[in-house]
């Protein structure tokens, strides 16, 4: 019978075990430090499909060469309202936070600015990308193309990835409005989820090796493909991120590198794209009070919750009790640290 305990971490524990694994493996410090405390805000945020989840595919990729874990980006200044960052070949998180600073003096000055970022990995959730823009006041939206898994509409062969797109927003007296969707029926790591648990998906959601649809998580990931949302619409959209997250950054489309040369490689090799604005800029100065009615409007018109709400929640109940991992998966990522780091368990449940 399976082990149903849950061990609880503080959200600081959980960011020191994942950053020795990753030191471990190849990263430096400071990219590793990055990296661990996106990966345990995901978790702690019950975006489980992002959080630790993601650790094996990530020091697959590192250990296969695909991915340099010591890569140090280069922020290139080409324009008034453009940063443009080189990832050399490393995670996008770290490319993202280097490019920030200048992104963020540039809005300030101009209003809005760009930031294309290319040759980057990017493998976790959008909105921590985008969230602390309009925590800072700002709005922010932004682009990210993966690896090919997705058929376009009508076709039968995989051309987009799952191609994210996602939007914050300051909002009076609540947290900031957020919102991170893929442009697929679902993410690719929830049908790996689905596939691990034995659970079928909804209808719409995918193909197999065939092209014919299927509610099969594993007939999906063995040479199917997914499809996107909303039909010809959700085509539109992956297209669209295709041309500005690998055509304007210079990153590679979804289905264009190759890392055949790199067994367990997992993390697509592409480019991702985003636009602040500085919503002082537009003439309104109760900006985030508008955005909190619109918000409200929604809610009293009968919509339970809005996108990002239960992330909230979420996370206040893990600040409070602790970041919730089975025991397995615990035990696994103590196995996978470089040392015996320091860990004060917050609870136990069975």
């Known amino acids: 019978m399976a082990d149903t305990t849950t061990i609880h971490l503080s959200y600081a524990d959980l960011v020191a075990l994942l950053k020795s694994i990753f030191v471990r493996n190849g990263v430096s410090e400071h990219n590793a430090q990055i990296l661990a405390e996106n990966c345990a805000s995901c978790e702690r945020d019950g975006s489980l499909s992002h959080g630790v989840f993601r650790m094996a595919g990530y020091i697959s990729s590192l250990n296969s060469g695909w991915v340099d874990g010591k890569a140090v980006p280069e922020v290139e200044d080409v324009g008034p309202a453009f940063v443009r960052v080189d990832a050399k070949g490393g995670f996008t998180q770290p490319a993202m936070l280097a490019g920030r600073p200048l992104l963020i003096e540039k809005v300030r000055q101009t209003g809005v600015a760009v930031l294309a970022i290319r040759r980057s990995h990017h493998f976790s ?62 993410a690719h790591g929830d049908v790996q989820i689905a596939a691990r648990a034995g659970h079928e998906l909804k209808p719409g959601t995918g193909v197999d090796c065939d092209g014919q649809p299927t509610n099969d998580p594993n007939a999906i990931l063995d040479g199917g493909a997914l499809l996107p949302f909303g039909g010809h619409k959700g085509n539109s959209i992956a297209l669209m991120v295709e041309i500005l997250s690998a055509a304007l950054t210079g990153g590679y489309f979804s289905g264009e590198f190759d890392w055949s040369g790199h067994k367990g490689a997992q993390t697509p090799f592409t480019g991702q794209f985003f636009v602040v604005i500085d919503p002082t800029r537009g003439g309104n100065d109760v900006f985030a009070e508008r955005v909190a ?58």
Not at 136 to 141: D, E, M, P, Q, Y
Not at 142 to 169: D, E, L, Q, R
């Open 293 to 350: 009615g619109i918000c409200n409007l929604v809610l009293e018109a009968g919509q339970e919750r809005l996108p990002g709400d239960r992330r909230h929640v979420t996370r206040a109940k893990a600040e409070k009790d602790g970041i919730p991992l089975s025991k397995k998966s615990y035990e696994q990522l103590r196995d996978m640290a470089l040392e015996q780091v320091p860990i004060v368990v917050r609870k136990v449940e069975t």
């Open 125 to 186: 959730a959008l909105w921590p990308d985008v969230e602390p823009f309009a925590e800072a006041g700002f709005v922010a939206l932004s682009v990210v193309n993966s690896m090919a898994c997705v058929v376009p509409y009508g076709g039968k062969k995989a051309v987009f990835g799952t191609n994210p797109i996602a939007f914050a927003s300051p909002r009076a007296g609540a947290s900031p409005f957020v919102f991170d969707q893929a442009s697929s029926a679902i």
